[in-house]
Protein backbone atom coordinates (compact mmCIF):
# COMPACT_ATOMS: atom_id res chain seq x y z
CA UNK A 1 0.00 0.00 0.00
CA UNK A 2 2.86 2.51 0.84
CA UNK A 3 4.84 1.31 -2.18
CA UNK A 4 1.59 2.08 -4.20
CA UNK A 5 1.25 5.49 -2.61
CA UNK A 6 5.51 6.42 -2.94
CA UNK A 7 5.52 5.24 -6.70
CA UNK A 8 2.06 7.27 -7.55
CA UNK A 9 2.94 10.56 -5.99
CA UNK A 10 3.91 13.67 -7.54
CA UNK A 11 7.17 13.82 -6.92
CA UNK A 12 7.82 10.00 -8.76
CA UNK A 13 5.54 11.02 -11.99
CA UNK A 14 7.93 14.72 -11.95
CA UNK A 15 10.89 12.28 -11.90
CA UNK A 16 9.93 10.47 -14.68
CA UNK A 17 8.72 13.23 -16.55
CA UNK A 18 11.88 15.35 -16.18
CA UNK A 19 13.97 12.12 -17.60
CA UNK A 20 11.93 11.13 -20.57
CA UNK A 21 12.07 15.22 -21.50
CA UNK A 22 15.45 15.58 -20.66
CA UNK A 23 16.66 12.39 -22.83
CA UNK A 24 14.68 13.31 -25.85
CA UNK A 25 15.03 16.62 -25.84
CA UNK A 26 18.37 16.81 -25.28
CA UNK A 27 19.20 14.16 -28.02
CA UNK A 28 16.96 16.27 -30.37
CA UNK A 29 19.25 19.14 -29.39
CA UNK A 30 22.57 17.78 -30.39
CA UNK A 31 21.05 15.63 -33.23
CA UNK A 32 19.48 18.91 -34.72
CA UNK A 33 22.66 21.08 -33.84
CA UNK A 34 25.52 18.83 -35.58
CA UNK A 35 23.98 17.10 -38.44
CA UNK A 36 25.06 19.89 -40.93
CA UNK A 37 28.67 19.53 -40.27
CA UNK A 38 30.85 19.50 -42.40
CA UNK A 39 28.70 19.41 -45.10
CA UNK A 40 28.34 23.47 -44.04
CA UNK A 41 32.11 23.95 -44.38
CA UNK A 42 31.35 25.03 -48.31
CA UNK A 43 28.93 27.61 -46.95
CA UNK A 44 31.86 29.64 -44.98
CA UNK A 45 32.87 32.96 -46.36
CA UNK A 46 36.08 33.25 -47.73
CA UNK A 47 38.37 36.20 -49.65
CA UNK A 48 40.38 36.13 -52.60
CA UNK A 49 43.09 39.53 -51.86
CA UNK A 50 44.19 40.03 -55.41
CA UNK A 51 47.26 42.59 -55.64
CA UNK A 52 48.13 42.23 -59.57
CA UNK A 53 45.80 43.90 -61.62
CA UNK A 54 48.02 41.30 -64.28
CA UNK A 55 46.21 38.55 -62.29
CA UNK A 56 42.57 38.76 -62.69
CA UNK A 57 41.92 35.74 -64.43
CA UNK A 58 43.85 34.08 -62.00
CA UNK A 59 42.01 35.11 -59.32
CA UNK A 60 38.54 34.33 -60.97
CA UNK A 61 39.74 31.24 -62.17
CA UNK A 62 40.19 30.39 -58.08
CA UNK A 63 37.08 31.36 -57.83
CA UNK A 64 35.45 29.38 -59.98
CA UNK A 65 37.14 26.22 -58.59
CA UNK A 66 36.72 27.14 -54.93
CA UNK A 67 34.94 24.62 -53.13
CA UNK A 68 33.32 27.76 -51.53
CA UNK A 69 29.69 29.33 -52.22
CA UNK A 70 30.70 32.52 -50.72
CA UNK A 71 33.99 33.63 -52.20
CA UNK A 72 34.59 37.48 -52.41
CA UNK A 73 37.54 39.44 -54.19
CA UNK A 74 39.17 42.54 -52.89
CA UNK A 75 42.28 43.92 -53.12
CA UNK A 76 43.16 45.19 -49.51
CA UNK A 77 45.42 42.49 -47.41
CA UNK A 78 45.14 44.64 -44.27
CA UNK A 79 41.01 44.89 -44.20
CA UNK A 80 41.27 41.21 -45.19
CA UNK A 81 43.76 40.03 -42.45
CA UNK A 82 41.00 41.87 -39.79
CA UNK A 83 38.25 40.38 -41.25
CA UNK A 84 40.10 37.21 -40.81
CA UNK A 85 40.71 37.44 -37.22
CA UNK A 86 36.95 38.63 -36.42
CA UNK A 87 35.87 35.45 -37.79
CA UNK A 88 34.00 37.31 -40.81
CA UNK A 89 36.02 35.57 -43.23
CA UNK A 90 37.74 32.36 -42.40
CA UNK A 91 39.97 31.76 -45.34
CA UNK A 92 42.42 34.11 -47.44
CA UNK A 93 43.99 33.65 -50.75
CA UNK A 94 46.58 36.27 -51.53
CA UNK A 95 47.65 37.05 -54.74
CA UNK A 96 51.03 39.37 -54.39
CA UNK A 97 51.74 42.51 -56.45
CA UNK A 98 53.96 41.60 -59.72
CA UNK A 99 52.62 38.44 -59.69
CA UNK A 100 52.11 37.58 -63.66
CA UNK A 101 55.19 39.64 -64.56
CA UNK A 102 57.57 37.68 -62.19
CA UNK A 103 55.77 34.28 -63.45
CA UNK A 104 56.53 35.15 -67.27
CA UNK A 105 59.86 36.80 -66.31
CA UNK A 106 60.91 33.13 -65.01
CA UNK A 107 61.39 34.75 -60.89
CA UNK A 108 59.94 32.49 -58.37
CA UNK A 109 55.92 33.40 -57.07
CA UNK A 110 53.74 32.25 -53.83
CA UNK A 111 49.74 32.21 -53.21
CA UNK A 112 49.84 33.00 -49.65
CA UNK A 113 47.25 31.32 -47.87
CA UNK A 114 46.22 32.62 -44.42
CA UNK A 115 44.35 30.85 -42.24
CA UNK A 116 42.77 31.62 -38.43
CA UNK A 117 43.48 28.63 -35.96
CA UNK A 118 41.57 30.59 -33.33
CA UNK A 119 38.28 29.22 -34.57
CA UNK A 120 36.19 26.05 -33.81
CA UNK A 121 37.95 22.91 -34.22
CA UNK A 122 35.94 21.41 -36.83
CA UNK A 123 36.41 24.93 -39.19
CA UNK A 124 40.38 24.96 -38.56
CA UNK A 125 41.11 21.43 -39.32
CA UNK A 126 38.63 21.09 -42.33
CA UNK A 127 40.20 24.44 -43.70
CA UNK A 128 43.46 23.51 -43.15
CA UNK A 129 43.08 20.29 -45.45
CA UNK A 130 40.58 22.59 -47.80
CA UNK A 131 43.64 24.98 -48.23
CA UNK A 132 45.96 22.37 -48.79
CA UNK A 133 44.43 21.00 -51.63
CA UNK A 134 43.18 23.68 -53.45
CA UNK A 135 47.10 25.19 -53.08
CA UNK A 136 48.34 22.11 -55.07
CA UNK A 137 46.00 22.97 -57.53
CA UNK A 138 47.20 26.12 -57.95
CA UNK A 139 51.04 24.92 -57.73
CA UNK A 140 50.72 22.56 -60.41
CA UNK A 141 49.13 25.30 -62.57
CA UNK A 142 51.69 27.61 -61.83
CA UNK A 143 54.50 25.25 -62.06
CA UNK A 144 53.28 24.08 -65.16
CA UNK A 145 53.07 27.86 -66.66
CA UNK A 146 56.05 28.68 -65.65
CA UNK A 147 57.69 25.37 -66.96
CA UNK A 148 56.24 25.93 -70.25
CA UNK A 149 57.39 30.11 -70.72
CA UNK A 150 60.95 28.51 -70.04
CA UNK A 151 60.98 25.57 -72.33
CA UNK A 152 58.90 27.44 -74.72
CA UNK A 153 60.79 30.78 -74.96
CA UNK A 154 64.23 29.69 -77.62
CA UNK A 155 62.22 28.16 -79.84
CA UNK A 156 59.37 30.80 -79.71
CA UNK A 157 62.23 33.29 -80.51
CA UNK A 158 63.61 31.19 -83.27
CA UNK A 159 60.27 31.47 -84.83
CA UNK A 160 60.01 35.02 -84.63
CA UNK A 161 63.54 35.04 -86.17
CA UNK A 162 62.19 33.22 -89.06
CA UNK A 163 59.05 35.26 -89.17
CA UNK A 164 61.31 38.26 -89.37
CA UNK A 165 63.47 37.17 -92.02
CA UNK A 166 60.41 35.76 -93.99
CA UNK A 167 59.21 39.40 -93.83
CA UNK A 168 62.35 40.75 -95.49
CA UNK A 169 62.04 38.84 -98.12
CA UNK A 170 58.59 39.68 -98.93
CA UNK A 171 59.39 43.36 -98.87
CA UNK A 172 62.16 42.90 -100.92
CA UNK A 173 59.77 40.39 -103.27
CA UNK A 174 57.24 43.47 -102.78
CA UNK A 175 59.17 46.17 -104.22
CA UNK A 176 60.30 44.09 -107.06
CA UNK A 177 56.91 43.31 -107.75
CA UNK A 178 56.38 46.83 -107.78
CA UNK A 179 59.39 48.48 -109.91
CA UNK A 180 58.31 45.56 -112.76
CA UNK A 181 54.48 47.34 -112.19
CA UNK A 182 56.11 50.80 -112.60
CA UNK A 183 57.63 49.74 -115.70
CA UNK A 184 54.09 48.47 -117.43
CA UNK A 185 51.51 50.18 -119.72
CA UNK A 186 49.39 52.80 -117.26
CA UNK A 187 46.68 50.93 -118.53
CA UNK A 188 47.28 47.72 -116.80
CA UNK A 189 49.10 49.01 -113.90
CA UNK A 190 45.82 49.25 -111.80
CA UNK A 191 44.89 45.62 -112.43
CA UNK A 192 48.65 44.50 -111.72
CA UNK A 193 48.66 46.59 -108.21
CA UNK A 194 45.42 45.03 -107.25
CA UNK A 195 46.66 41.44 -108.09
CA UNK A 196 49.54 42.02 -106.28
CA UNK A 197 47.83 43.34 -103.08
CA UNK A 198 45.35 40.15 -103.56
CA UNK A 199 48.85 37.79 -103.89
CA UNK A 200 50.20 39.65 -100.96
CA UNK A 201 47.20 39.27 -98.33
CA UNK A 202 47.09 35.69 -99.40
CA UNK A 203 50.38 35.27 -98.61
CA UNK A 204 50.17 37.24 -95.34
CA UNK A 205 47.39 35.04 -94.07
CA UNK A 206 49.06 31.92 -94.80
CA UNK A 207 51.96 33.12 -93.06
CA UNK A 208 50.14 34.27 -90.02
CA UNK A 209 48.09 30.91 -90.42
CA UNK A 210 50.82 28.61 -90.24
CA UNK A 211 53.13 30.72 -87.31
CA UNK A 212 50.02 30.82 -85.02
CA UNK A 213 50.05 26.78 -85.64
CA UNK A 214 53.83 26.66 -85.12
CA UNK A 215 53.54 28.77 -81.77
CA UNK A 216 50.64 26.53 -80.80
CA UNK A 217 52.73 22.74 -81.54
CA UNK A 218 55.73 24.63 -79.91
CA UNK A 219 53.20 25.44 -76.50
CA UNK A 220 51.73 22.36 -76.60
CA UNK A 221 55.13 19.92 -76.48
CA UNK A 222 56.50 22.59 -74.30
CA UNK A 223 53.58 22.22 -71.61
CA UNK A 224 54.12 18.20 -72.39
CA UNK A 225 57.72 18.63 -71.28
CA UNK A 226 57.12 20.97 -68.22
CA UNK A 227 54.20 18.34 -66.78
CA UNK A 228 56.80 16.08 -66.58
CA UNK A 229 59.50 18.01 -65.26
CA UNK A 230 57.48 19.11 -62.04
CA UNK A 231 59.67 20.49 -59.69
CA UNK A 232 58.87 19.38 -55.99
CA UNK A 233 59.29 23.27 -54.74
CA UNK A 234 55.86 24.65 -53.30
CA UNK A 235 54.25 27.43 -55.40
CA UNK A 236 51.96 28.17 -52.83
CA UNK A 237 52.63 28.79 -48.25
CA UNK A 238 50.06 28.19 -45.52
CA UNK A 239 50.63 31.16 -42.52
CA UNK A 240 48.60 30.38 -39.35
CA UNK A 241 47.39 33.20 -37.23
CA UNK A 242 46.56 32.92 -33.80
CA UNK A 243 47.83 29.10 -33.59
CA UNK A 244 46.44 27.69 -31.05
CA UNK A 245 48.61 24.75 -29.34
CA UNK A 246 48.13 20.99 -30.77
CA UNK A 247 46.10 18.49 -28.86
CA UNK A 248 42.01 18.58 -28.78
CA UNK A 249 41.92 20.07 -25.27
CA UNK A 250 43.52 23.22 -26.14
CA UNK A 251 41.16 23.23 -29.14
CA UNK A 252 37.98 22.87 -26.95
CA UNK A 253 39.07 24.88 -23.91
CA UNK A 254 37.41 27.62 -25.00
CA UNK A 255 33.70 25.93 -25.16
CA UNK A 256 34.40 23.74 -22.05
CA UNK A 257 35.76 27.05 -19.99
CA UNK A 258 32.18 28.32 -20.33
CA UNK A 259 30.07 25.93 -20.46
CA UNK A 260 31.08 24.67 -16.86
CA UNK A 261 31.20 28.07 -15.45
CA UNK A 262 27.61 28.60 -16.62
CA UNK A 263 27.22 24.89 -14.41
CA UNK A 264 28.43 26.54 -11.78
CA UNK A 265 26.43 29.82 -11.99
CA UNK A 266 23.12 27.85 -12.41
CA UNK A 267 24.27 25.69 -9.07
CA UNK A 268 25.35 29.26 -7.64
CA UNK A 269 21.95 30.78 -8.58
CA UNK A 270 19.61 27.88 -7.02
CA UNK A 271 21.37 28.23 -3.97
CA UNK A 272 21.11 32.47 -3.84
CA UNK A 273 17.83 32.40 -4.86
CA UNK A 274 16.76 30.72 -1.32
CA UNK A 275 19.03 33.30 0.03
CA UNK A 276 17.31 36.51 -1.89
CA UNK A 277 13.63 34.66 -1.05
CA UNK A 278 14.68 34.78 2.26
CA UNK A 279 15.67 38.14 2.50
CA UNK A 280 12.75 39.94 0.07
CA UNK A 281 10.30 39.52 3.14
CA UNK A 282 12.42 41.09 5.66
CA UNK A 283 14.02 43.94 3.97
CA UNK A 284 12.20 44.06 1.01
CA UNK A 285 12.05 42.48 -2.78
CA UNK A 286 14.18 45.79 -3.78
CA UNK A 287 16.84 45.99 -1.41
CA UNK A 288 16.85 42.34 -1.69
CA UNK A 289 17.70 42.05 -5.24
CA UNK A 290 20.37 45.08 -5.25
CA UNK A 291 22.12 42.30 -2.69
CA UNK A 292 21.70 39.40 -5.09
CA UNK A 293 23.44 41.84 -7.76
CA UNK A 294 26.35 42.57 -5.36
CA UNK A 295 27.09 39.55 -4.87
CA UNK A 296 26.81 38.05 -8.41
CA UNK A 297 29.95 40.91 -9.02
CA UNK A 298 31.66 39.86 -5.92
CA UNK A 299 31.66 36.40 -7.02
CA UNK A 300 32.18 36.42 -10.43
CA UNK A 301 35.28 38.81 -9.56
CA UNK A 302 36.33 36.30 -6.94
CA UNK A 303 36.12 33.69 -8.94
CA UNK A 304 37.49 35.04 -12.06
CA UNK A 305 40.96 35.31 -10.11
CA UNK A 306 41.12 31.53 -9.09
CA UNK A 307 39.37 30.15 -12.23
CA UNK A 308 41.17 32.20 -14.57
CA UNK A 309 44.47 31.21 -13.25
CA UNK A 310 43.85 27.15 -13.03
CA UNK A 311 42.73 27.69 -16.58
CA UNK A 312 46.03 29.15 -17.80
CA UNK A 313 47.88 27.00 -15.17
CA UNK A 314 46.64 23.74 -17.41
CA UNK A 315 46.64 25.47 -20.78
CA UNK A 316 50.15 26.37 -22.63
CA UNK A 317 49.53 30.00 -22.52
CA UNK A 318 50.87 33.04 -21.23
CA UNK A 319 50.14 34.68 -18.07
CA UNK A 320 50.53 38.11 -20.13
CA UNK A 321 46.92 37.33 -21.17
CA UNK A 322 46.03 36.75 -17.54
CA UNK A 323 44.40 39.75 -16.51
CA UNK A 324 42.57 40.40 -20.00
CA UNK A 325 41.20 37.06 -19.27
CA UNK A 326 39.75 37.30 -15.89
CA UNK A 327 37.89 40.84 -16.81
CA UNK A 328 36.09 38.47 -19.60
CA UNK A 329 35.52 36.06 -17.35
CA UNK A 330 34.07 38.51 -14.80
CA UNK A 331 31.92 39.85 -17.21
CA UNK A 332 30.97 36.36 -18.02
CA UNK A 333 30.08 35.15 -14.96
CA UNK A 334 28.15 37.80 -14.06
CA UNK A 335 25.79 37.27 -17.48
CA UNK A 336 25.56 33.66 -16.62
CA UNK A 337 23.88 34.23 -12.72
CA UNK A 338 21.60 36.97 -14.19
CA UNK A 339 20.67 34.68 -17.36
CA UNK A 340 19.83 31.70 -14.77
CA UNK A 341 18.16 33.76 -12.24
CA UNK A 342 15.37 34.93 -14.73
CA UNK A 343 13.71 31.12 -14.42
CA UNK A 344 14.34 31.01 -10.87
CA UNK A 345 12.79 34.47 -10.46
CA UNK A 346 9.68 33.05 -12.33
CA UNK A 347 9.31 29.63 -11.06
CA UNK A 348 10.99 29.56 -8.06
CA UNK A 349 13.62 26.08 -7.82
CA UNK A 350 11.54 24.20 -10.49
CA UNK A 351 13.04 27.05 -12.94
CA UNK A 352 16.58 25.04 -12.75
CA UNK A 353 15.23 22.23 -15.48
CA UNK A 354 14.43 24.72 -17.42
CA UNK A 355 18.19 26.12 -16.78
CA UNK A 356 20.12 22.81 -17.53
CA UNK A 357 17.85 22.85 -21.16
CA UNK A 358 18.75 26.35 -21.79
CA UNK A 359 22.43 25.40 -20.99
CA UNK A 360 21.85 22.29 -23.11
CA UNK A 361 20.76 24.30 -25.87
CA UNK A 362 23.56 26.77 -26.02
CA UNK A 363 26.36 23.90 -25.88
CA UNK A 364 25.67 24.11 -29.72
CA UNK A 365 24.61 27.22 -29.89
CA UNK A 366 27.55 29.09 -27.73
CA UNK A 367 29.26 28.53 -31.09
CA UNK A 368 32.22 26.17 -29.69
CA UNK A 369 32.58 22.90 -31.97
CA UNK A 370 31.21 24.29 -34.61
CA UNK A 371 30.40 27.61 -36.31
CA UNK A 372 27.70 29.70 -36.98
CA UNK A 373 26.70 29.10 -40.24
CA UNK A 374 26.77 25.16 -39.69
CA UNK A 375 24.07 25.65 -37.51
CA UNK A 376 20.55 25.32 -38.14
CA UNK A 377 18.18 28.64 -38.34
CA UNK A 378 16.83 28.01 -34.75
CA UNK A 379 20.14 27.84 -33.40
CA UNK A 380 21.72 30.73 -35.31
CA UNK A 381 18.71 32.95 -34.03
CA UNK A 382 19.01 31.71 -30.35
CA UNK A 383 22.40 32.58 -30.22
CA UNK A 384 22.03 36.45 -30.12
CA UNK A 385 20.57 35.91 -26.71
CA UNK A 386 23.20 32.74 -25.49
CA UNK A 387 25.48 34.17 -22.68
CA UNK A 388 27.64 31.47 -23.36
CA UNK A 389 28.44 32.31 -27.34
CA UNK A 390 29.91 35.73 -26.08
CA UNK A 391 31.66 33.89 -23.46
CA UNK A 392 33.55 31.44 -26.02
CA UNK A 393 34.21 34.03 -28.17
CA UNK A 394 35.76 36.13 -25.21
CA UNK A 395 38.31 33.26 -24.56
CA UNK A 396 38.83 32.25 -28.18
CA UNK A 397 40.44 35.81 -28.31
CA UNK A 398 42.08 36.41 -25.29
CA UNK A 399 43.48 32.59 -24.95
CA UNK A 400 44.63 32.26 -28.67
CA UNK A 401 43.84 35.62 -30.51
CA UNK A 402 41.50 37.17 -32.86
CA UNK A 403 39.49 40.50 -32.18
CA UNK A 404 35.66 41.08 -31.41
CA UNK A 405 33.47 42.05 -34.18
CA UNK A 406 31.74 45.74 -33.88
CA UNK A 407 28.34 43.10 -33.89
CA UNK A 408 29.50 41.01 -31.27
CA UNK A 409 30.47 43.85 -28.79
CA UNK A 410 26.79 45.50 -29.39
CA UNK A 411 24.93 41.91 -28.96
CA UNK A 412 27.43 41.61 -25.60
CA UNK A 413 26.09 44.16 -24.03
CA UNK A 414 22.71 44.75 -25.26
CA UNK A 415 22.32 40.89 -23.86
CA UNK A 416 23.75 42.36 -20.57
CA UNK A 417 21.10 45.16 -20.41
CA UNK A 418 18.05 43.42 -21.66
CA UNK A 419 19.07 40.41 -19.15
CA UNK A 420 18.90 43.02 -16.07
CA UNK A 421 15.87 44.44 -17.36
CA UNK A 422 14.18 41.55 -17.33
CA UNK A 423 14.82 40.81 -14.12
CA UNK A 424 14.39 43.78 -12.57
CA UNK A 425 10.74 43.11 -14.95
CA UNK A 426 9.82 39.97 -12.48
CA UNK A 427 11.31 41.28 -9.31
CA UNK A 428 8.26 44.46 -9.73
CA UNK A 429 5.26 41.99 -10.66
CA UNK A 430 6.13 39.17 -8.73
CA UNK A 431 4.79 40.27 -5.31
CA UNK A 432 5.68 36.89 -3.55
CA UNK A 433 8.68 34.13 -4.26
CA UNK A 434 7.97 31.51 -5.20
CA UNK A 435 9.64 28.21 -3.27
CA UNK A 436 9.42 24.75 -3.57
CA UNK A 437 8.55 22.31 -0.46
CA UNK A 438 9.88 18.84 -1.33
CA UNK A 439 7.91 17.27 1.39
CA UNK A 440 4.97 18.35 -0.26
CA UNK A 441 5.61 16.40 -3.77
CA UNK A 442 4.78 13.17 -1.46
Not at 79 to 84: D, E
Not at 202 to 229: E, G, P, T, W
Not at 383 to 397: A, E, M
Request: glycine residues 6%.
Amino acid sequence: MNFKKFISSRGTVIALLITVIFGGLVFWIYDSGYKNMPSKIKELPIEIINQDPDSKDLAENIKAKAPFKHVKISSDLKKGKQNLDQRKSYLLIAIPAHFKHNLLHGKNVKVKFYLNDSNQMSVSSSLNAVANKMGQEIDKKIQVQSQTIKIAKPQLAKLQLELNKQKANAEIEINTARRSIAQAPKQMQPALIKKLKTQTASRQKQVVKKALKQKQQIISQSKQKALAQQSKTSSFTIQHRNSVPKGLNNALAPFFINITLNLGTLMGALLLYGVYAKFASKIGRWKSFAYLECTYLLIAFLASLIVSAIDLKILPGSMANYSNIMFGHTLAIFLYYNFNTIALLLLGQIGTPINIILTMIQVVSGAGIIPLIGMNSFFNLVHYISPVYYGIQSDLNFLYGGTFSSEQQIGFWLLMVGILLVNMIIVTIRHKQPTLKFDELS
